[in-house]
């Protein structure tokens, strides 16, 4: 298994302004991913965030609204940029140990934008 | 593309046994996976399957049939505690990240 922690836990934020959630994981992951989840819903996968690759958005993200960074194999950020209420959801990131199949999620990032 | 299918809402009594079903439409199969999600948790890895047939995990046991694009998960001698949200989940067409389904909240009364 890994240990993942995830900063900040919760925010609230203005809109138009730019929110960064940072992912750290406590051993060396290839595979990392960003996702989003409204409470009581599914997660909708964001990117993939590989270390060594450019990240790579699922249909309805973008790179301007959500830049990744991957410096390492244990650190990911995702920014949430120009903030709308509708960006309002918790954030959550995770790596794949063992295979696509065997995810470990962070502790998630709660994201209100007023 | 990808889709799966599951119940909403399952609810049980403590002690008896409940099974979640999933069913899916892939372009190219890579397994099931199953994850269980507490109200205000992450969601923790449960189980998966690769082939055909059952998996058990403690009291937890997931099966796949993939000729009938289906699998479900098991929950025997269920406890309080079991009460979260169940999802399952196939890689994406590329089988490069998990796809998962709109996932079954599972209620479990005394």
């Known amino acids: 298994s890994a240990v993942i922690s995830q900063k900040p836990s919760r925010d609230i934020c203005q809109r138009g302004t730019s929110l960064t959630i940072q992912c750290q994981v406590d051993s060396q992951v290839t595979m990392m991913f960003w996702y989003r989840q409204q409470p009581g819903q599914s997660l909708t996968l964001i990117a993939t965030?590989?270390?060594?690759?450019?990240?790579?958005?699922e249909s309805g993200f973008v790179i301007d609204k959500f830049p990744i960074s991957r410096p390492n194999l244990t650190f990911s950020t995702l920014t949430v940029s120009n903030m709308s209420p509708e960006d309002s959801s918790i954030y959550l990131c995770?790596?794949?140990?063992?295979?696509?199949?065997?995810?470990?999620f962070g502790p998630g990032t709660r994201l209100t934008v007023t | 593309g990808q889709s799966l299918e599951q119940p909403s809402e399952v609810t049980a009594v403590e002690g008896a046994i409940v099974q979640i079903n999933c069913t899916y439409q892939t372009s190219g199969f890579y397994g099931l996976s199953w994850y269980q999600q507490h109200d205000g948790g992450a969601p923790t890895f449960l189980s998966y399957?690769?082939?055909?047939g059952l998996e058990e995990t403690g009291r937890f046991s997931s099966f796949l049939s993939r000729s009938d694009s289906y699998g479900y998960l098991l929950l025997q001698e269920l406890q309080m505690k079991d009460s979260a949200s169940y999802f399952c989940a196939v890689p994406n067409q590329a089988g490069t990240a998990l796809i998962f389904g709109k996932g079954t909240t599972l209620s479990v009364s005394s």
């Open positions: 965030a590989n270390q060594g690759s450019e990240a790579t958005y």
């Open positions: 995770s790596v794949a140990l063992g295979g696509l199949h065997e995810q470990y």
């Open positions: 399957n690769g082939l055909d």
